[in-house]
């Protein structure tokens, strides 16, 4: 049995259940901080999920120009090497998270200052009612 092979299962396998754990927490938790936490481990997850699937088998080499030049050593870089446009991506994808997640937790922040609670469900019951207000309000 390939011992690296069962190890990068592994990592696949818990990749995959972070990211099922980070959408859970998005679906099932109440607390807008902890919604920003899981939305935070599933985005990471899949950035490095993302770069284990750019990663090749069986001995990535780092993609570099290759001199002298030879058609054996351009196929053996092609084959080989890691792939530049994935990590870039994940890169990319890293600072926009980065900047979600500040957004986001400056919103939350002012949620929690405007209203003194960070539970969606006395959120969703405040703006009911402030909608009734405003309606009776009207009528009147």
Do not use: W
């Amino acid at each position: 049995m390939n011992y690296e092979f069962t190890v990068l299962n592994i990592l696949v396998l818990a990749l995959l259940a972070n990211i099922v754990f980070g959408v859970y927490g998005l679906i099932v938790k109440r607390n807008l901080i902890k919604k920003i936490i899981a939305l935070n481990i599933a985005s990471d997850s899949v950035c490095v999920l993302a770069i284990y699937i750019g990663y090749r088998m069986p001995h990535a080499i780092p993609p570099v120009h290759v001199l002298p030049y030879s058609e054996s050593k351009v196929v053996e870089l092609v084959n080989y090497s890691v792939d530049p446009l994935v990590q870039a991506l994940v890169l990319t994808a890293i600072v926009i998270g980065l900047g979600f997640t500040v957004y986001l937790s400056i919103i939350t922040i002012r949620i929690y200052e405007l209203s003194g609670s960070l539970d969606i469900h006395s959120l969703l019951r405040m703006e009911m009612h402030t909608e009734e207000i405003e309606e009776a309000e009207e009528i009147d």
